[in-house]
């Protein structure tokens, strides 16, 4: 069998993602043990994806609800000085909490791209959506379309369009991801890409 390197992501702007997933599928060990779906390449080690991974820590989390309080309750008994330092740290004074935000507005304003989709990478997770994607990648997939607007041609700045909207179960993963124009994109909103283009 073919062997896949799983580093070099130039596949996925060339159209063959599909025979990749196909030898995936058919090797049988990069599957999840429970959901029986393909695992991202961060979880190839692991006999189970990352989300069946999650919804099983939390079930556990949820039957030992008691044992764990009791567990946090030795701990904090047994180490009060080191949870002193902990909580002393948590709080920020005003002039710290000021200092963080003006840093963070001034790389925001130096690196609006990456702020960008770091956005857009917490508004899928707030929406339950798998996946997440890199400036890298991004810039990529804005290259492969050359700078253009999916929906009518136009170069400029590119937002990000996702073909599948989140709000209809579609991914964050950048396979779902195309570069489209302010305007298209915010016409386009919740619409899919048939409904858009038969407006």
């Not at 909490?97 to 840093?103: V, W, Y």
């Not at 804005?142 to 369009?161: A, L, P």
């Not at 073909?163 to 579609?170: F, I, K, T």
């Not at 950048?174 to 919740?190: D, F, H, Q, R, T």
């Amino acid at each position: 069998m073919a062997s896949i390197d799983f580093t070099d992501k130039s596949w996925k702007n060339k159209g063959i993602g599909k025979d990749i997933l196909d030898i995936i599928k058919e090797s049988g060990s990069n599957i999840c043990h429970k959901c029986q779906k393909v695992k991202r390449q961060v979880d190839m080690g692991r006999s189970y994806c990352r989300q069946c991974t999650s919804a099983a820590n939390k079930e556990w989390r949820e039957k030992n609800r008691d044992h764990n309080k009791k567990r946090l309750a030795k701990w904090e008994s047994e180490n009060k000085e080191s949870r002193k330092i902990r909580q002393r740290k948590s709080e920020l004074t005003e002039s710290q909490r000021e200092r963080k935000n003006r840093k963070m507005r001034e790389w925001r304003k130096n690196n609006p791209e990456k702020a960008a989709r770091h956005c857009n990478n917490k508004r899928a997770k707030r929406r339950s959506a798998e996946g997440k994607f890199t400036n890298d990648e991004w810039k990529a997939v804005v290259d492969h379309f050359s700078g253009r607007c999916v929906y009518c041609g136009e170069k400029g700045k590119m937002t990000v369009e996702h073909v599948v909207p989140l709000s209809r179960g579609g991914t964050n993963y950048i396979e779902n991801i195309v570069p489209a124009c302010l305007g298209c994109n915010a016409s386009k909103g919740k619409k899919t890409v048939e409904e858009f283009l038969s407006r």
